[in-house]
């Protein structure tokens, strides 16, 4: 496994942007896919955008398609989601996953993923 660490969230307007990083410690992040889910109060966690391990192709729910873009830095164990035309619907914990075992394609599925960070808060103004 590894250890994810995520950080950047915060409050915001509507419309405007926020970075989210995760760290990842214990282990090379280039072993697995990676992604970003997130979880508003009272509803089901849900898959934001993921990335292959390669970070060559990538995934995301069509809420945020268009808006949100996922990239790693596998040399510096990092992994970022940047959004932009951020919506009042878009307040949540944001959690990053990462696959450890093989180099599967990612998944939507929070169960693909074998560790996850404590997540960031990101609430959006409107």
């Known amino acids: 496994q590894v250890q994810l660490v995520e950080s950047g969230g915060g409050l915001v307007q509507a419309g405007g942007s926020l970075r989210l990083s995760c760290a990842a410690s214990g282990r090379t992040l280039s072993s697995g896919a990676m992604a970003w889910f997130r979880q508003a109060p009272g509803k089901e966690r849900e898959f934001v955008a993921a990335?292959?391990?390669?970070?060559?192709?990538?995934y995301y729910a069509d809420s945020v398609k268009g808006r949100f873009t996922i990239s790693r830095d596998n040399a510096k164990t990092m992994v970022y989601l940047q959004m932009n035309s951020l919506k009042p619907e878009d307040t949540a914990i944001y959690y990053c996953?990462?696959?450890?075992?093989?180099?599967?394609?990612?998944?939507?599925?929070?169960?693909?993923?074998?560790?996850w960070g404590q997540g960031t808060q990101v609430t959006v103004s409107s």
């Open positions: 990335s292959s391990w390669t970070g060559l192709s990538t």
């Open positions: 996953a990462a696959r450890t075992s093989d180099r599967a394609r990612p998944l939507t599925t929070g169960n693909f993923y074998d560790s």
